[in-house]
C-alpha cells in the first residue's frame, strides 16, 4: 500500500507560481513512479508531470514544459510540482499519483492516487 496526501495548492494571479508537494508512505513507496495529473471542471483527468522512482527521469506535458518542473526528495518521501508562469487554464485540482509503470501517462493504469489539491489561476 502507498499512501498519498497533497498540499500546496491555492488561488494565484496569472503568471504567478505555486508549488505543489506530495507526501507518500508505505513500504514499497521506492518501487514506484511519481506523478501529477490533473481534472479541470467537466474535462477528464490529464497528465501533467511524472519522475521515475530514481529521479533520473522525467515527462511532462507539453502545455506546461518549460514552465512546471517535477522534483523527488528520496530522503523525505516527497515530491514537488513546482509551477511557474501560471496561466487561467491550469486552473484544475491536481492529483498526486504512484504508479509502477514508467512513464505513468495513462490515468485508467494508475496504482495508487491522492485526494487531490486545488490550484485556482485568476486572469
Known amino acids: 500500500q502507498v499512501q498519498l496526501v497533497e498540499s500546496g495548492g491555492g488561488l494565484v494571479q496569472a503568471g504567478g507560481s505555486l508549488r505543489l508537494s506530495c507526501a507518500a508512505s508505505?513500504?514499497?513507496?521506492?518501487?514506484?513512479?511519481m506523478g501529477w495529473f490533473r481534472q479541470a471542471p467537466g474535462k477528464e483527468r490529464e497528465f501533467v508531470a511524472a519522475?521515475?522512482?530514481?529521479?533520473?527521469?522525467?515527462v511532462y506535458a507539453d502545455s506546461v514544459k518549460g514552465r512546471f518542473t517535477i522534483s523527488i526528495d528520496k530522503a523525505k518521501n516527497t515530491v514537488y510540482l513546482q509551477m511557474n508562469s501560471l496561466k487561467p487554464e491550469d486552473t484544475a485540482v491536481y492529483y498526486c499519483a504512484a504508479d509502477r509503470s514508467w512513464p505513468p501517462l495513462d490515468r485508467k493504469r494508475i496504482d495508487y492516487w491522492g485526494q487531490g489539491t486545488q490550484v485556482t489561476v485568476s486572469s
Open positions: 508505505g513500504r514499497t513507496f521506492s518501487r514506484y513512479h
Open positions: 519522475i521515475s522512482w530514481s529521479g533520473g527521469s522525467t
